[in-house]
């Protein structure tokens, strides 16, 4: 069981970090020119707002876990200012659900963070290379070329308005490119900091993540949906194989799957950090 949790532990900081970047978009009309228009589309934008949505089952045994984790966010561009609200599930086991509240501002040169955690505020001054998975702006800049084998499928309504879906696949060559250029990878090598774990080759072999696109008729990506079932399984494979505790052996991933809804681009009303966490005391870590 304390195997189980580290493993999970570590898998899902992994699903975590690739939920930031993750669901960048693209769509043909031919698909180079979609390409290229939707990246000049997204270079305009100053703010939008997002909601990503993870969803996962995870079983060993006769043990299985459930877990849902939402993820808002408003996102003001330059300077950069960033309202985050997760949302993790767990089940009971794991203490129910969790929420935690995060503020990210740039003031006299420095980035700052700002983290509500069981109702104590903390603040902590980092590099704005270490928030960049947080840029939905960027991260859909990045991902804009990572969706090949595109076809379209038909239009649909998403907040509201028709939007043109396009099925595809990511490879695991194109995820790894994505995350080295987020600097995720920087983060995944922290986090395995001491472990028989390299971060490199973590995203060699894995399988191909199915996703589908939505594109609006103004030409930006409002919606994408990921199953990332197979490569999660590749993973925790090799999560297992990195611990050396055959005991995980049997953990299989049963459904992973992230959905990533983008809205009002550029029209996003403006929030205040609240006072209390802008005179959090400074931490360092």
């Given at each position: 069981m304390n195997c189980y949790k580290k493993l999970m532990s570590l898998f899902l900081a992994i699903v975590m970090l690739l939920s930031m970047v993750a669901c960048g978009s693209t769509s043909k009309a031919a698909p180079e020119e979609v390409i290229k228009a939707a990246e000049a589309k997204m270079q305009e934008v100053k703010n939008l707002e997002s909601e990503k949505i993870v969803n996962m089952s995870v079983s060993m045994g006769e043990q299985s876990l459930d877990l849902k984790t939402t993820i808002n966010m408003i996102n003001f561009i330059d300077p950069m200012k960033?309202?985050?609200?997760?949302?993790?599930?767990?089940?009971?086991?794991?203490?129910?659900p969790q929420t935690n509240e995060f503020y990210v501002d740039e003031m006299d040169g420095n980035t700052n963070i700002y983290m509500n955690i069981m109702d104590n505020w903390y603040k902590q001054?980092?590099?704005?290379?270490?928030?960049?998975?947080?840029?939905?702006?960027?991260s859909v800049t990045t991902y804009l070329d990572s969706t090949t084998g595109l076809k379209e499928v038909g239009t649909e309504q998403v907040n509201g308005a028709n939007a043109t879906r396009y099925d595809g696949v990511v490879t695991s060559a194109k995820m790894k490119e994505a995350v080295k250029a987020t600097g995720t990878l920087e983060n995944l090598q922290s986090i395995f900091a001491g472990l028989n774990i390299d971060t490199e080759t973590l995203y060699d072999g894995l399988s191909d993540i199915s996703v589908s696109i939505w594109i609006d008729e103004e030409g930006y990506p409002v919606k994408c949906e990921m199953d990332m079932t197979a490569m999660g399984q590749d993973l925790i494979t090799k999560l297992i194989q990195a611990s050396g505790d055959t005991s995980g052996a049997e953990m299989t991933i049963d459904k992973m799957t992230l959905s990533f809804m983008n809205k009002n681009f550029n029209q996003v009303t403006e929030f205040e950090i609240p006072e209390e966490a802008k005179n959090a005391s400074e931490v360092n870590v």
């Open positions: 960033l309202k985050i609200i997760t949302t993790m599930d767990m089940g009971e086991e794991f203490g129910g001054t980092v590099s704005k290379e270490q928030l960049a998975q947080y840029d939905s702006k960027e």
